[in-house]
Nanobody
């Protein structure tokens, strides 16, 4: 059974940084592109970033470009999301998921992702 678990969330001040991890159990991540999504209270779940199975391709939502970096270590079966210059509006529950869309392009659409983890809370507050 495919299982993903997120970790690394917490409370941080505006301008601060956090690194989220997405670990897999029951399968190896190296054949999957993995995406990060987030959901703030009362809002739709939105795509943040995605990385191809080898790490050679990435994509980002415009709202996080230049501030967030996605990476992966297939030897550790883990995908990371480095978040810098955090803003109040980055507050949300962050989820990782496996990508089931076309292999030639990474598309941040929720319906293309599955095997969602339970999420980790990120709160940006002064």
């Amino acid at each position: 059974q495919l299982q993903l678990v997120e970790s690394g969330g917490g409370l941080v001040q505006p301008g601060g940084s956090l690194r989220l991890s997405c670990a897999a159990s029951g399968f190896t991540l190296d054949t999957y592109a993995i995406g990060w999504f987030r959901q703030a209270p009362g809002k739709e779940r939105e795509g943040v970033s995605c990385i191809s199975s080898t790490g050679s391709r990435t994509t980002y939502a415009d709202s996080v470009k230049g501030r967030f970096t996605i990476s992966r270590d297939n030897a550790k079966n883990t995908v990371y999301l480095e978040m810098n210059s955090l803003k109040l509006e980055d507050t949300a529950v962050y989820y990782c998921a496996t990508y089931g869309g076309p292999s030639t392009v990474l598309i941040l659409r929720r319906e293309l992702f599955g095997s969602w983890g339970p999420g980790t809370q990120v709160t940006v507050s002064s």
